[in-house]
């Protein structure tokens, strides 16, 4: 189980931007290979969680630990706790909403959760490709979710500032438009749950 801040800044991108970018870095780092993962949202169907700026998930990744996700939004980094799964309870959350003791539990039970309205509201496939530098992650994603495919790039920080900073030098480079707090993965699923 482990509690850490994650600074995030993401930019939405078109079919082409995601090509460009993935043919800028491919042949720079040749060895990385694409991640398959998918995630799995749970709130109640009235949206409880996310109304409180809390996003409750489980991922799933192949020939990696099942992890379950709660992100909680903080003006300055959201607050990310993690735990890892067995089979056996990453069974339990997808068939049965049954949520296994720890950090997490007790942080929906602190928010008032009823644990009874819990559902699982969609989940999002994503074909992910990563690049670690120095102290921030570059994520390029394509995800697919409700029959739409949709591409975005992310940078990881140590700090929003470093965040901030990487990916406006990114938007220059690669001639996108930048605005602050584009959807995450989470607020595109529920807006189109929405809608």
Request: hydrophobic fraction near 35%; include cysteine; aromatic fraction near 12%.
């Amino acid at each position: 189980m482990s509690q850490n801040i994650e600074y995030e800044e993401r930019v939405l991108l078109t079919k082409e931007q995601y090509d460009q970018i993935l043919n800028y870095f491919l042949p720079q780092y040749p060895n990385h290979r694409f991640i398959e993962q998918t995630n799995f949202y749970f709130d109640t169907k009235s949206f409880e969680l996310k109304k409180q700026g809390i996003v409750f998930r489980l991922r799933t990744i192949q020939n990696h630990a099942t992890e379950l996700t709660l992100k909680i939004k903080r003006e300055n980094g959201d607050v990310e706790i993690n735990q890892n799964l067995t089979y056996s309870q990453e069974l339990n959350m997808l068939s049965n909403i049954m949520i296994p003791e720890g950090e997490i539990k007790e942080a929906l039970t602190r928010v008032n959760t009823r644990f009874y309205l819990l559902a699982l509201i969609g989940s999002m496939k994503t074909k992910r490709y990563e690049i670690s530098r120095d102290d921030y992650l570059i994520v390029i994603d394509e995800n697919s979710y409700f029959g739409i495919v949709d591409y975005n790039l992310e940078i990881e920080g140590s700090s929003m500032e470093k965040a901030n900073c990487l990916i406006l030098e990114l938007c220059e480079q690669f001639h996108l438009s930048y605005k602050k707090d584009y959807s995450s993965k989470s607020s595109r699923l529920f807006h189109t749950l929405i809608q």
